[in-house]
């Protein structure tokens, strides 16, 4: 980052140095006084908060379902180690990494595919899916009630495929089918962005070097689009994990999963201590997630 | 940079790319086209065609509760739009152009919104207001609900967020060059900003504020916590509609936002192919 | 540098602590009128706009508009699925609602919990109306805070193509194996702890308020074997689901499922009953919260649902019965002689009130919790 500079003719000034330093106290004063705003916001707006809910965390729940602020205690992160509450977690974790794995396989063919257009069809296919991404999230989830429903389309489809009659509402398998729909996208631009910086006077070396495009791919194109990746794969799994909406839509209640459990917990149970403990540990999983992400590379998101 | 003719994936590999393309583009826009002709069906249960009609979109004009919360929409995400777009570029600029003390804490501060998920920023805003309208009241004697104001608090809180990592991408990319010649011709450091950092980074500030008035219009879960009666807003309506029971009105009231986003993005997409 | 943030933190941790601490998070409802204090207003009189928290397809949208027209204000209504989910957003405070409509035993928790605003019987001369059987329940004795809005019996829709004309009126057809098995997948429960674990519990042949730790155990447990049958847990998607024939057994509240019949185009392919086991009759009520921005139109309201002709609108559109004796004149006949709707004695023998069940409440709630699964 740039730092206003000193114009030269001071170079040759005796006080040149203090005049640097004034300069610089200046310039980080300005830099202080910017990011004061934006910096009280989040303060007031999302820090505080964070610390409320961990607090909340180690509260006690009344008979009546009230929240105590004395009588702090561990009671709702023991509960989290309860298997119930386990199965829980691990159905969201393997939800949450099948569907990244069926957007990397059918991503990444359809990234390079658009990559390795001309550029003028690149742009197109591009809008063509950023459209889509754009458009409300809510809608385009509902959108597949109708299809997974008995006797919609999906139903018919497999009828004709011989396969009988299918009501995959209201299953795991629908929601996958919805997280996958919904954040495909989300893998789909990162891993273009990373091909396209492919120089793929590389990949004709290696093509030289090799005797099969598929080595050449393997061994070249592939590292070099691991950013890409990564990026792509944390932006699926994460809302992946905490998901709520696409679970509530497609799910129905046999299939709890995180999201929809914490929000019980606020909406119906009645446990908040429990449900801010939940939402406090899902929120380090990311946040480790992440981490790991930044370790491994990726500079943006 | 395009591959050139020699690496392109030829044959066979090229045959199965084009296929798992077409296959990917009717993934996407199936169910949308689905859903838009099963918004004309006549029959109150939505899987069953019983001819065309436009009874659900006039049921939805005429229909209060869909007008009070397409408003609703609109007035939180205008605001939240416009400050989180203010506060997200002043904090890109001060973390991209200065060093202060405090500088990595905020930076770090900065990134957690993305990161956390909805239900988690949910339940932290429902508290958090909690918790004030139990002080506010106790201490000076004001009481205040949930409402539009707390829901519009929220969607700045992660906004600026989003807005800040936009604009800091678009300012890593410029040369700093141009600033710094900049600084040898005008008079003012505001007058440097005015004339050539703003124009440099507006892209990117547009970028991010599309982006912002998306993940505003789309949210439904730090919403629903935070909004008190008369504040729902669209998507929570649907949201709710589709709980209790779907009829084709909830196809015309996605229609009808699928429309408006979609114009959105193309009127957005135009605007920058004409910047460039 | 870093131990500045951490001080900052640990300070504004111990202020979060230290405000209200040992005694419960009180939103703005806790200290606003203190029991005993009631409302003073006149009939008829209103003092803003109405914010009405209803069950989903609970009142007659021409009836909202008359009451608007008739008083000049607007009436803006927000929906719960249940019972627990109202009092969440209650408890939590600042929830801005005038009137909510809380069922039997949620009335006695809403009152003990100091929730609701004593009633101005001033503003409400139409309670007059209310048949002599309603004019003392239990929960709340002197109707001090509720008056009754519509009661009902909970029961099961069953789809006759599915199950067949003789079928076997019992809560086994959820519960039991060899009947429920070959529906797999096409059933649904209510989302509500009291009446779905109620439902196990009377199955069993305990008693639908049972206070038995063990008791509670066994309902849950067949409840959580049942789970892997239903296609959902829906309080209010339940005839919908049931109608669209994504469900072909549903459990669900009886108005909700005779105005989905009602609407169908052969309505003899349905039909709804009570189990011979035993099921749950309840009654609804409209209550006014503690801290209700507009009491005066609450009141009002409720003196208007109250009113013979509209209370007679408001079942004739529910189907639910209603507990308003002056309206009964103007009930549609069809609703009026229907048993299911209105049981006879034979069929009210076998049914129960939930009641409070105190401190044990929040077992319900785990327990139906851990069987959803």
Known sequence: MAQLTVPPEAETLPATAELERAAERAASRRGLLLSLPGFAYLFLFFALPLVIVFVYSFATRSSTGRTILGDWNLRSYARLLDPFVLQIAWRSFSVAAVATVICLVVGYPFAYYIATRRPAVRYTLLVLVMIPFWSNFLVRTYAWRVLLGSGGPVSRLTELLGLGQTRLLFTSTAVMIGLVYGFLPFMVLPLYASIERVDFDLVEAARDLYASGWQAFRRVTWPLTRPGVIAGSILVFIPSFGAYVTPEILGGSRTTMLGSFIVRQFLSARDWPFGSSLSFVVMTVMLVAALIYFRTGGKTL | MSAPEVTRPRGLVERALEANTWLVFAFFYAPIVLLVILSFNDNRVVGTWTGASLRWYREMVGNRAVIGSLQNSLIVASISTIVATVLGTATALALERFRFRGRGVFDGLVYLPVIIPDVTMAVMMLLFFARAAALMHSSIGVSFGLGIPTIALSHVAFNISFVAIVVRARLGGLDPALEEAAADLYAGRWQVFRHVT????MPGVLGGALLALTLSLDDVVITSFVSGPGSTTLPVYVFGLVRRGVTPLVNAVSTVMLLASMLLVLFSLLAQRRAQ | MRTRWITLLALLTLMAAACNSGSPIEGPAGDTP????????????????????NWSEYIDPELVEAFESEHGVTLTEDFYPSNEEMLARVQSGASGYDVVVPSDYMVSIMIEEELLLPLDRDAIPNWENISDQFLAPPYDPDLEFSMPYQWGT????????????????????????????????????????????????????????????????EAAELVAEATGRLAAYSSDQYSDLLMAGETVIAHGYSGGFFAAYDEAENPDQWDYFVPAEGGTIWTDNMAILGDAPHPCTAHTFINFILDAENGAALTNWTYYASPNAAAEENIISEILEDPAIYPDDELMANLQFIEDTGDFEIQYQDHFSRAKG
Request: aromatic share 6%.
């Open chain 2, 198 to 201: 703003l124009p440099l980074i």
């Open chain 3, 34 to 53: 203190a029991e005993g204090d009631a409302a003073a207003c006149e009939e008829g009189e209103t003092d803003g706009d109405l914010l009405l928290y």
């Open chain 3, 154 to 217: 909970t029961g099961l829709g069953v789809n006759l193509d599915a199950v067949g004309e003789d079928y076997e009126p019992s809560w086994g057809l959820v519960f039991d194996a060899d009947l429920a098995d070959e529906h797999a997948g096409r059933i649904s429960m209510l989302d509500d702890p009291r009446e779905t674990l109620g439902a196990a519990l009377v199955y069993l042949g305990y008693s639908i308020n049972s206070t038995s730790e063990d008791e509670l155990a």
